[in-house]
């Protein structure tokens, strides 16, 4: 990506085509997401031509006798819910290949700082002051709805959990064991508040709570989607500039700071921005299982662990991803069932499927 | 070139260096050598800023390590350490990646073409696409030395770079280095466990014995006092081919009552060099 070439030796002529066939496989994978972003604006109820649908996108405003209420599905229900997905899954996707790169662990995803435990609670806490079984005066004061405040919640306590593990860090030493354990040990900790506010909550309050857990695109509107895409994209313009750095931890941490990179540093901000990256998303969506996980490893089958094409790919895996298991939410089963059941049950198995081709390649 | 002054390094309150003073000069091969738990490693850190020394300093070209900037370090000393992480990057990435200090957003044909130099000077061509953990120990070592040939340093510091390799890669490794470091000008330190691929190789020796130097010169100050001194070791010194041969002695190996650190390790270590 980027390279001059002109007069190069015959190595690097090998290898720029290489790079070309990477930029491709880059290609394909936008080409995949934008296809299955369309079939999620075009299936539904309301049955939308291709034409149509572009119609609404550019002029604001259907044909015939029905087009004011074609023109409220796609901009309101679809496009929205299209666009979270892929704004979404693209945060999950860079996240874990953040995570796995700084942590050099190909478990860590971006819940390895505890965060989905984290969040569920702040948002289960969120559920029990709105519903009353908390008293919150205050916060009614404040004039905080239901849903605002959950999202507060979840997007607050996951942040907590993230800064107790960077101050961890920064106090004891900034290994990647250290980090995976300490991540471990808040989530712990979260898991029993969680089951303790699961366990005194009204029977109405547990199903919001454990329906949050789920995850789901439903909540998401053109606000949310704001706030995801704006954290996504400045956290992607960091991760882009800082993707030497991380390639260069991939070597090792002495070989890093070798290097000239601030390795304690680097690990510290890039693990931050990809908590704040996961939680945005998190706390609009609920805990939304294995696409972080699972991206960077599809992502880096194809186009290998060289940030320069890992990150896009993962971005863009998590995208396609998130958009095929809210199009098999939505339509497989007559109704619509939450997107984080889908993500784990399709990411686990497609995780093992990448597991044994990659133990196959290795020992073939 | 590369200097040491007094280097001292503490892990909590054991002393493992205690003020190392050497230099490894222009285009110089110079191994440290010593038993296992000697400093060797510590010391190589020291000289790469791995480590910071608790008090003496080391410097590149007259400049002290802790004065430089990071790109400025990075420049100075290539470091190689003995063993690293084999993501799955392809080795060209690999050795990319040594022109870090060198790249802001482009990569620019000069760094392209470090790095096939550095590939093809450690005849790794043939493996440029394939990826890490598809090649052989011994050919991820040349990567990790390529990599630090592809940063142009002007001291190359190596932890024990023949550890993974056959008798043939041995002495294929020990050529780069001495041709990487007559030609380019730059200095190259390793520490080696093998005193006879080092006293066939190196300029210089620098033996370590409880974290301090013993002994620093040319393969003369190789003598059966000193290999017993450093290493606890009976041993002939022969002429072969013109160089030194340490041939440690069947049976009567260990000196009774000698009171080294791991003096049965370090033996054990002189046959094992032997043995490959």
Redesign the interface.
Known sequence: ????????????E??LE?SRRRALSLAGLALAAFAMAIATLRLGSTDLSYAEILRIIFTGEGSGPDGWWDSYVVWNLRLPIALSAVAIGAALGLSGAVMQGIL?NPLASPFTLGLSNASAFGASLGIMISMGGLSAGWFAAAGAGGHILTVILALGFAMLATAVVVLLVRATSSSPETIVLAGLAISAVFSSGLAFLQYIADDVALQTMVFWQFGSLDKLDWRSLGAISATLAAAAVYFFYKR??Y??M???D??A??????VRRARIVGLSMSALMTAVAVSFAGIIGFVGLLAPHVA??LV???NRFLLIGSMLVGAAVMLLANIISQHAFGVVVPIGIITSAVGGPLFLYILIRGHKN?SG | MLRAEGVCFRYGKREVLKGVSFEAREGEVLSILGPNGAGKTTLL?CL???REPSSGRVTVGGRDLREM???E??TS???V?QS??A????V???V???R??Y?D?????RD??A??AA??ALGL?DL??K?L??ISGGEFQKV?IA?AMA?EPKALVLDEPTSSLDISNQHAAMHMALDSARSGGACTVMTMHDINLALHYSDRLLFLRDGEAYACGGPEIVTEDLVYDVYGVEADVIQHEDAPLVVPRRARGMRHGHSHDRPHSAADHVHEGLRE
């Open positions: 990506m980027g390279e001059e070439r002109p007069g190069a030796s015959e190595t690097t090998r290898y290489h050099r030497l750095d390639n260069a991939e070597a090792g002495d070989v700071a070798g290097l000239g990179v601030d880096r089958r290998g662990s060289d290795a | 850190k790469c800023r791995a900037s990071p790109r370090l990075a000393v290539g470091y350490p690293a992480p993501p799955r990057m392809t060209y990435d690999a990319l990646v040594g870090r200090p790249i957003l482009r990569v620019a044909r392209l073409d790095v096939s590939i093809d061509s440029a696409l990826y953990p598809e990790m990599r940063q």
